[in-house]
């Protein structure tokens, strides 16, 4: 395990994120630029709304994975960068669909595209960048990498059917919940190390080291995403909260709080995420009852428990400077939280 | 040329894509059997979607093209039977995501599938469809199988967000119009043909006039769909008429009859297209304006142009009843609209 002092975000006040990111900016900017090469189209409709979100501000975490598997096992040629914008693409390509089919307001804080353009323009300028996404791993020539990331688009969009049947429903387990989270979310975290890494000559315990860190970095990342979506503090600091809420998506800091509930908090539940239409003061009482219940705390424990792993899985890897930021950022992204 | 009593459908009652049909059927059925056992889920609501679609009675086509050119070539392997089943996934996830977007209500006669399953499950099922084609393509283990197939669907993505922009526009022009068949409809067609001729050792020549084929005959086939909508003689026969009259798609029948429009037609198209909500009456109205203008007969020459196209393209290659049906069809595409 890293030393505890290793693991404080911010105490040079660089988050572990950056550090990762200036190891690998060379190929980040490369990568950045091939994005916004191959978004590119005659039909500028697509550049147009493609840009709203891939301009808008997001870390890039899942490409920078694949970029530091890669640097990890000593890869010296170029393939990573198209991997790592084909990366970026498929998650863009999810964000666009998930806007659409979940009817959400706000992506990073702007207006969702599909508000912007239609719902159609977004469901096929997802498709666009998902099939671009394909063309970019045609020409690295690795049917291994094709393998992996059609894989992992297939079990994305199990996990995203899979989590419709959670919504308004109070009686999704704890083991459907993590099912869901794994598919939707923690299936291109790993993909996109696992990519990466397989890239290099290294042998199948490398690659399988960084898809594990990947796959547990991926769910972590998720559960910590799902407390903040309840967190009092988060909304005290200016921060959005109650998406999930007010998608009525049963996230496990509601099956938590739902377990726990008294007769009281239990028809405050069954009303707001089963019933009818939720009231201006209902995201206010449910962050209440989340927070009384213990549920936030238990949802970062658990978080803790796959940062952990993640951070185990790279144990066995050659010590770097990568290898220390990648193990930082699961730490880091459980920390941020508190 | 072939003579004209080869190319009359149904002189022997049975139409060329049947005999197509019988002369692949132990590919098509090994096609079927894998499309069913690949859109296969633990997720059931994703089978239970696709198969709504998949099994509403298509002709499947597109994977006949596929299956032909391959045996077109003397192919003796199997790797035209994965990626028959991947064209299929690809065109049926396309229709799924086509449903979403326009809000159609009606797809090869049944209720469409957004409006059973939402929007939601539609989009993500074609997500999944599209992961899964992918899948089978990675598995013939053909990189140039890939290239093909992931660039067809980036220029189909792009052909249907061309399409947006003639929606309700009444200054779409021809060429705009022909752009938006040639990537939304032509581009599935080209790469079903060229990615069965592709498995087969038989040199560029081979596979370019069997690319050719496929692009001409998909242009064909949509001008030929796209004046049936708006055939008198169609909605007399009970069927359906209209869809894209009541999506206020600009159709080269619209854009035919819309430029030879006197002031009341003229106004009648404005308000119709461009305007506000369409009455009971209004494509009673569009069939006599679309008809009376000959802007039928003239869609249908121009597909008759196309098949003829198709035609040549088959012609420097050895004689066979597949090539021979494949003539046909193209033949018969345009002359079972008469």
Redesign the interface.
Same mark, same amino acid.
């Given at each position: 395990m890293l030393k505890p002092e290793t693991r404080k975000p911010g105490s040079d006040g660089v988050s572990p994120v950056e550090r990762l990111h200036a190891l690998v900016a060379a190929d980040m900017t490369a990568t950045d630029k091939l994005i916004h090469g191959r978004m590119g189209?005659?039909?500028s409709?697509?550049p147009d709304l493609a840009r709203h979100l891939i301009d808008s501000g997001g870390k890039r975490l899942r490409p920078m994975l694949t970029l530091a598997a890669a640097r990890m096992g000593g890869y010296t040629g170029d393939k990573h960068i198209n991997l790592a914008a084909a990366v970026e693409f498929i998650h863009t390509a999810t964000l666009l669909?998930d806007d659409?089919?979940?009817a959400s307001t706000l992506r990073r804080g702007k207006v969702a595209a599909n508000l912007v353009w239609g719902?159609? &323009?977004t469901?096929? !300028?997802g498709?666009?960048l998902?099939?671009?996404a394909?063309?970019l791993m045609?020409e690295t020539?690795s049917?291994r990498v094709?393998?992996i990331l059609?894989?992992a688009?297939?079990v994305? &969009?199990?996990g995203? !059917?899979?989590q419709?049947?959670s919504e308004s429903n109070l009686a999704t387990t704890e083991e459907h919940y993590l099912k869901v989270v794994g598919a939707k979310t923690a299936a291109l975290f790993a993909a996109a190390a696992e990519s990466g890494a397989t890239l290099c000559e290294r042998g199948a315990s490398f690659v399988e080291a960084l898809r594990r860190y990947g796959e547990n970095l991926g769910v972590a990342f998720q559960l910590v995403d799902d407390a903040l979506d309840y967190s009092g503090r988060q909304a005290m600091m200016g921060k959005a909260v109650g998406d999930d809420f007010r998608e009525a998506k049963v996230t496990l800091p509601v099956i938590l709080a739902y377990a726990r509930a008294d007769a009281k908090a239990g028809a405050f539940w069954k009303r707001v995420i089963e019933g009818g239409p939720q009231g201006e003061a209902d995201l206010e009482q449910a962050i209440t009852y989340v927070e009384g219940t213990g549920a936030i705390q238990e949802t970062m424990t658990r978080a803790r428990h796959y940062a952990d792993n993640a951070v185990a899985a790279l144990e066995p890897l050659v010590h770097s400077e990568t290898r220390a930021a990648l193990s930082d950022i699961a730490d880091f992204c459980v920390e941020r939280a508190y």
């Open positions: 189209s005659a039909v409709l697509i669909h659409v089919v979940d719902n159609k &323009a469901v096929l !300028v498709d666009f998902f099939s671009r394909f063309q045609v020539g049917l094709l393998d059609a894989g688009s297939a994305i &969009a199990e995203e !059917v899979m419709l049947k």
